[in-house]
T-cell receptor, first 111, second 114 residues
Framework: ETGVTQSPTHLIKTRGQQVTLRCSSQ?????VSWYQQALGQGPQFIFQ???????GRGNFPPRFSGLQFPNYSSELNVNALELDDSALYLC??????????FGPGTRLTVT | SQQGEEDPQALSIQEGENATMNCSYK?????LQWYRQNSGRGLVHLIL?????REKHSGRLRVTLDTSKKSSSLLITASRAADTASYFC??????????????FGQGTILTVHP
């Protein structure tokens, strides 16, 4: 059974650019959630996808968007990057209503 | 916004001692989960306790939940240097439209000295 994987591991972007982060779910999981973790803070919920539909969203602006594919993998897109978007981005997969299993994260630096 | 508040923010102990971390939260919950994070990498799920449970054990971990006080504690017994990490509580809030939206605290940094 493979765990949750994320790519890339690290990424450096310039303010105003756009970025796409990718997540592969653990086998058998149909739900993916994305979190943003700023340095020294706990993760904050961005949104969740269940069977390719957005199933809840945290307090993030529309320039944060996502997709879930038929194989339950997922993408997080961030447009018009700001310096404050620098963070560790974590995805987690689960069966619906079960504990979430996190990937290793993508560290995004915006300069 | 952070729902949980963890106490203490940092804890330093010797190997073999017990470590206790506390978490308080504000709203009704479906369940509360504890996670460990090493060096700013991915979170490792430790234990989930449901709102109708009061205590749960897993190996050297013991979690309690008091829904009347909206608080939980994580006890790690006989700690090891490998337990050095940040520990987070996360609540799955009841009444929300998205089951599985976790709200995390700011974490407790545990250092276990050999």
């Amino acid at each position: 059974e493979t765990g949750v994987t994320q790519s890339p591991t690290h990424l450096i972007k310039t303010r105003g650019q756009q970025v796409t982060l990718r997540c592969s779910s653990q086998s058998g999981h149909n739900t993916v959630s994305w979190y943003q973790q700023a340095l020294g803070q706990g993760p904050q919920f961005i949104f969740q996808y269940y069977r390719e539909e957005e199933n809840g969203r945290g307090n993030f602006p529309p320039r944060f968007s996502g997709l879930q594919f038929p194989n339950y993998s997922s993408e997080l897109n961030v447009n018009a990057l700001e310096l404050d978007d620098s963070a560790l981005y974590l995805c987690a997969s689960s069966q619906r209503w079960s504990e979430q299993y996190f990937g290793p994260g993508t560290r995004l630096t915006v300069t | 916004s952070q729902q949980g508040e963890e106490d203490p923010q940092a804890l330093s102990i010797q190997e073999g001692e017990n470590a206790t971390m506390n978490c308080s939260y504000k709203t009704s919950i479906n369940n509360l989960q504890w996670y460990r994070q090493n060096s700013g990498r991915g979170l490792v799920h430790l234990i989930l306790i449901r709102s109708n449970e009061r205590e749960k054990h897993s190996g050297r971990l013991r979690v309690t939940l008091d829904t009347s006080k909206k608080s939980s504690s994580l006890l790690i017994t006989a700690s090891r240097a490998a337990d050095t990490a940040s520990y987070f509580c996360a609540t799955d809030d009841a009444g929300g439209t998205s089951y599985g939206k976790l709200t995390f605290g700011q974490g407790t940094i545990l250092t276990v000295h050999p």
